[in-house]
């Protein structure tokens, strides 16, 4: 079945950039069927959603971050990626990356990756 | 922006009691694409219903939502130990797509 699977530096310095990937297994990235999505969920709190991808490269971003936010999707590598830039200590955060379907929703998540921006 | 507004912010309840939570929305949800999710710690959150009442593959008979518009419900029957988590609303009819706060459901 469908896996993903996020991937990146665990630790980030302020004002730096954050990268991460989202590797997709066991289906293709290209399906017309789906968005692919990223969420994050600072430790104790709740989740926000940061923007989502269609494999043509339609992007949504939230906008309270999409100054410094930039999404990319490499097909060939069945992989999407999160860049956000000039981190705080507020990004710091467990990172998810989710598919996502019009009437389903985000309905397969990777298992998260815990990301802290700290010098 | 549409904000969501679950409540309680914390329900005790026993094994075998039912549960009801709620999700208030700011303003009315698009096509009642309302979901909901269960997340334990250290988890992802995995999805437990979607479009405000259907449920999501695998998930059990126990597990209901209902609503529309604006106020929407996820009831919990007849509660299983593994139900004892965070529960999540979120509205996906519109961008920013946005989440609760979440309901802390606890062993009482």
């Known amino acids: 079945q469908l896996q993903l699977q996020e991937s990146g530096p665990g630790l980030v310095k302020p004002s730096e950039t954050l990268s991460l990937t989202c590797t997709v297994s066991g289906g293709s990235i290209s399906s017309s069927s789906y968005y692919w999505g990223w969420i994050r969920q600072p430790p104790g709190k709740g989740l926000e959603w940061i923007g989502s991808?269609?494999?043509?490269?339609?992007?949504y971003y939230n906008p309270s971050l999409k100054s410094r936010v930039t999404l990319s999707v490499d097909t060939s590598k069945n992989q999407f990626s999160l860049k956000l830039d000039t981190v705080t200590a507020a990004d710091t955060a467990v990172y998810y990356c989710a598919r996502i379907t019009v009437v389903e929703a985000f309905d397969i998540w990777g298992q998260g990756t815990m990301v802290t921006v700290s010098s | 922006e549409i904000v969501l507004t679950q409540s309680p912010g914390t329900l005790s309840l026993s094994p075998g009691e039912r549960a009801t939570l709620a999700c208030r929305a700011s303003q009315s949800v698009i096509s009642n694409y309302l979901a909901w999710f269960q997340q334990k710690p250290g988890q992802a959150p995995r999805l437990l219903i979607y479009?405000?009442?259907t449920r999501a593959t695998g998930i059990p008979d126990r597990f209901s939502g209902s609503g529309s518009g604006t106020d929407f419900t996820l009831t919990i029957n007849r509660l299983e130990p593994e139900d004892f988590a965070v529960y999540h609303c979120?509205?996906?009819?519109?961008?920013?797509?946005?989440f609760g706060q979440g309901t802390k459901l606890e062993i009482k």
């Open positions: 991808i269609y494999y043509g490269g339609i992007t």
């Open positions: 479009g405000a009442s």
């Open positions: 979120q509205q996906y009819g519109s961008t920013p797509y946005t």
